[in-house]
């Protein structure tokens, strides 16, 4: 009989990205690489668990702008052609490598790999929403929603129109996407602020994720830690992560990401192979980039690329068995170590960014997929159990109040307000003070209710906390400040146009056919609650 619970809990999310306007965005590649590396990988795992009769339970988010993105007749499109590529330069790396056997063997893995994509992606009709969309019907799976675009909640607390605009979008996008409300949702960056959770209430949400410390100083000190949920005063749950098992995982240092036989993620052969070769299959201006074809293992800590060995798919799934049982019987310990000192169940949340498994630790997938079954058949110390089904087994939880919190570095806001992005905050503020002001207007014709509702779109886009946090981490900066300052004018030029009734017709079709997010958004959401 167990005597605890494991959760594990994946965010599905990547900033809106989608430019029919060009050929080719680099940028667009971040979901063609999530799509092939993750998310196939991961309905392949549930499908396997399924088809093998193990009632396995996960709580996944899939934010707004992700599911848009996967249900993009656009995206789907373009990515299809991707997959086309990978499949054609796999086929070549075959043959090319005939007289290499390793070389030829890891072509192989990566032709079969790319084949089985294509099945999963041709079987779902290229609607992987819809996919993941089964395993909750059959409560195997808890989606959850997010913000609207990931916008950082905390820094627009001072206009509760802008917060309930993410939430209240949101969660009518997830009721038009899986036929039902949501029932949690992963808080963008796991950011919370007293107060949060009346909106969240009032949306019809019962829970959302938070740091751990969001939970270790709540008041009155929650008796159980991190190590059961909290109830606020609007009766809304609150979960906390688990910091010792998100740890083990994610730490690339000291967590299992590291290990010597997993896949090298910076070594890809898109910079490897003679360049006339890899031409094709690079950028079409001739730059180099990753094609997802890596033929290298991590090999040791400290080592330079150049240095890296051969990667052995066989020997890195043996290994990723390995730390899967070293993850269930860590966690054994810890479940019989709290019930001891809780005198009741305690549970584990181990919350993680969804890109990890397959995109960034290659080999995640495989750990999962041999945790759920060494969790089902090895042991009878814990259920792993998704976040709804938790709550309606243990309804009686000690209230409390949450603090203010992050997941980010320090654990609060500092991340997504700094040097490198504090301008884009006074620009951000002077929109929402505008949009709010707009959602008072009726519109005289269907003209200005277009103009109205693709003015909230651009300051819903201008949010994405992702734009902050790419110019804080110095990668693809030039993008991120493309992408706030693109939203932010035509936010601009709508609320002008709108001001001096002289809506520009064409432009604005073109803009909305850009900035396509949302179809079925009413301005309205920003009038003042």
Sequence with gaps: ?????????????????????????????WLFEAITETYVPLLSVFEGLKRDGIDFKITMSMTPPLVSMLRDPLLQERYDAHLAKLEELAEMEVERNTHNGHLRYLAEHYANEFNHVRQVWERYDHDLAIAFKQFQDSNNLEIITCGATHGYLPLMKMYPEAVWGQIEVACQHYEETFGRP?????????????????????????????DGHGILYARPRPQFGTYAPIFTETGVAAFGRDHESSQQVWSSQVGYPGAPEYREFYRDLGWDAEYDYIKPYIMPNGQRKNVGIKYHKITGKGLGLS??????????????AEHAGNFMFNRERQVEHLHHLMQRSPIIVSPYD?????????????FLDYLFRKSWYDQNTYDMT???????????????????SSWGYKGFHEYWL?????????????????????AQREPVDELEWKALNQAARELLLAQSSDWAFIMRTGTMVPYAVRRTRSHLMR???????????????????????????FPSINYRTYRPL
Excluded at 2 to 28: M, N, Q, T, W
Excluded at 388 to 398: I, R, S, V
Excluded at 496 to 503: L, P
Aim: charged residues 20%; negative net charge; contains cysteine.
């Design 182 to 210: 949501p029932y949690g949702i992963w808080l963008p960056e796991c950011a919370y602020y007293e107060g949060l959770e009346r909106m969240l209430a009032d949306a019809g949400l019962r829970y959302f994720l938070t």
């Design 1 to 29: 009989m167990s005597i605890g619970y494991l959760a594990l809990v994946l965010h599905a999310h990547l900033p809106y990205v989608r430019h029919p306007e060009s050929d080719f965005v680099l940028e667009e590649e």
């Design 307 to 320: 240095d890296k060995a051969w990667y052995d798919p066989y020997w890195a799934r043996e290994k990723a």
């Design 491 to 517: 936010f601009t030029k709508l609320w002008e146009d709108i001001n001096q009734g002289k809506i520009d017709a064409g432009w604005l079709d073109k803009v909305a056919a850009i900035d396509n997010i």
């Design 418 to 438: 700094n040097e490198t992005n504090t301008w884009i905050y006074p620009h951000l503020h002077k929109a929402t003070e505008r949009m709010i002001t707009l």
């Design 354 to 366: 969804a890109e990890l498994f397959g995109h960034w630790w290659y080999e995640g997938p495989w």
């Design 386 to 404: 998704h976040l709804a089904d938790y709550l309606q087994q243990n309804p009686h939880q000690q209230i409390a109040r949450p603090s203010q």
